[in-house]
Nanobody
């Protein structure tokens, strides 16, 4: 897996919407979005497999949508109804399919990561 590059971070008001993008090297890797708020551990937000199966953290279900366009080598995270608690640095990651559903610690060890992008939601 080659470099991952995130874009689309911004500051928005509570209730607003934002779309994050991540470009990746063409692959059949499992892709995911993670986030880390100040003083907190990095947590998984959403993942999408090579066959487009998805999984979301309970805190974002119904508000965030993960998708991938392999033709454009782009991973997308659409976020609506944003809350102040969504404020964090968001990271795009890729990992071999065998690790797709595994906890963050295995993504940290075996995955490829972008540099991260800031999302700030004000109340």
């Amino acid at each position: 897996q080659g470099p991952l590059v995130e874009s689309g971070g911004a500051s928005v008001e509570s209730g607003g919407s934002l779309t994050l993008s991540c470009t990746y090297t063409p692959s059949r890797y499992c892709m995911g979005w993670f986030r880390q708020a100040p003083g907190k551990e990095r947590e998984r937000v959403a993942i999408i497999g090579s066959k487009f199966s998805t999984n979301y953290d309970d805190s974002v279900k119904g508000r965030f949508t993960i998708s991938r366009d392999n033709a454009k080598n782009t991973l997308i995270l659409q976020m609506v109804s944003l809350k102040p608690e969504d404020t964090a640095m968001y990271y795009c990651a890729a990992i071999r399919p065998i690790y797709c559903g595994e906890p963050y610690r295995l993504w940290a060890e075996f995955g490829s990561w972008g540099q991260g992008i800031q999302v700030t939601v004000s109340s």
